[in-house]
């Protein structure tokens, strides 16, 4: 079972979005501002328990701006369907189980919020993987978490460091098989955790620690780690902000590997980039059984709106095509003079 589509509506930034992914790999495109992470964070939200999508995660993702998120996925004849409401919203026109409320009195900023769901049968379970290094501060991060209130840091980031910790399998897990030679490679080594603190133990037998580690390979290692502890499993879901930051262009072709690799084992996949050579790997890697998709967000007015092509190379609102062209035509100014 996939995601199938996506529909945001007065959400945040976007007024009203319909996204409508493959069950392969997906890629967010778009400038800054137009909703990449929002939707991310949206599908986050909405697929991280077993249970459903409840109030209390939805709300630790979004701590504002909330009156209506839709989510929906099919296969065969199941349906998800997650309304969040305003309270000044008739809750009579809606037929669908309440799952949450959220009391006002609790929260002075805040209105009171209803969650209504259909149906969570065969739902995938989502990993989200932020844009921010969060393992470094691993340690102690999480206790302070839970005793201060105002704590500046929401659930997609304390949470990546929670199913960072579980523990690693003794074997490799089938899905990972193809896939965590390259990241060893990459990394020259493996990941250990001593004392909730991460490390890299290098072939040469070296400790690093992710605090002097460097950024990308902190990426490429969080990977593996999740991989090795079945956090991303055959029927997950991954959403990942902006993999391609800070790694070395000459990961960028192993990476998008691993990813594909990674589909092609029922792992639904959610990418956002900025970055033209990340982007284009995926049309030059894929095979032909692969499902790829690429997802511009652009704006019409003040709305955000998507477009959807399977080759890179046909969207016509591609702000990292237009991007590299101006790049081309300077470089060609150089050459040749005005």
């Known amino acids: 079972m996939s995601l199938k589509r ?15 992914p493959v069950a392969g790999v997906n890629i967010l495109l778009g400038k800054n501002g137009t909703g990449k992470t929002q939707i991310l ?29 839709r989510l929906l996925t099919e296969a065969n004849h199941g349906k998800i369907v997650i309304d969040i409401e305003d309270d000044e919203i008739s809750t009579k026109t809606i037929t669908d189980v309440i799952v949450g409320k959220h009391d006002a009195s609790d929260d ?28 470094t501060h691993a340690n102690g991060l999480l206790s302070m978490s839970e005793r201060y209130r105002d704590f500046p840091f929401d659930r997609t980031l304390t949470r990546i460091i929670q199913k960072a910790q579980q523990w690693k399998l003794k074997e490799i897990p089938t899905l990972a098989f193809n896939i965590l030679p390259h990241l060893e490679k990459m990394m020259d080594g493996k990941i250990v955790i001593e004392n ?42 991954l959403l990942w902000d902006e993999p391609e930051a800070n790694l070395n262009p000459e990961y960028l072709p192993i990476l998008v590997e691993c990813l594909l690799e990674l589909s092609r084992h029922d792992v639904q996949i959610f990418v956002s980039t900025h970055n033209y050579l990340f982007a284009t790997y995926f049309n030059v890697r894929q095979k032909a059984s692969d499902c790829v998709a690429y997802h511009s967000l652009y704006m019409e007015g003040t709305n955000v709106k998507c477009e959807t092509k399977k080759q890179f190379n046909e969207l016509e609102h591609n702000t990292i095509m237009e991007a590299y062209n101006k790049l081309l035509d300077e470089v060609y100014g150089l050459q040749v003079g005005d």
């Not at 002075?108 to 990993?127: N, Q």
């Not at 603190?197 to 593996?224: H, P, Q, S, T």
């Open 6 to 20: 996506i529909c945001l509506e007065n959400f945040l930034a976007l007024e009203k979005l319909e996204l409508n």
């Open 108 to 135: 002075p900023d805040s209105h009171e919020i209803l969650v209504k769901v259909s149906s969570f049968a065969g739902l995938k379970r989502g990993v989200y993987i932020p844009v921010k290094d969060m393992l």
């Open 196 to 237: 909730n603190e991460f490390y890299v133990k290098k072939n040469d037998g070296r400790f690093i620690n992710f605090a002097v580690e460097a950024e990308g390979l902190k990426k490429i290692g969080l990977l593996w780690q999740l991989l090795m502890n079945e956090s991303i499993t055959e029927g997950s879901i």
């Open 41 to 69: 964070k949206a599908i986050y939200a909405s697929t991280d328990s077993m249970e459903g999508p409840t109030l209390k995660v939805l709300l630790e993702c979004f701590k504002y701006g909330l009156e209506k998120i």
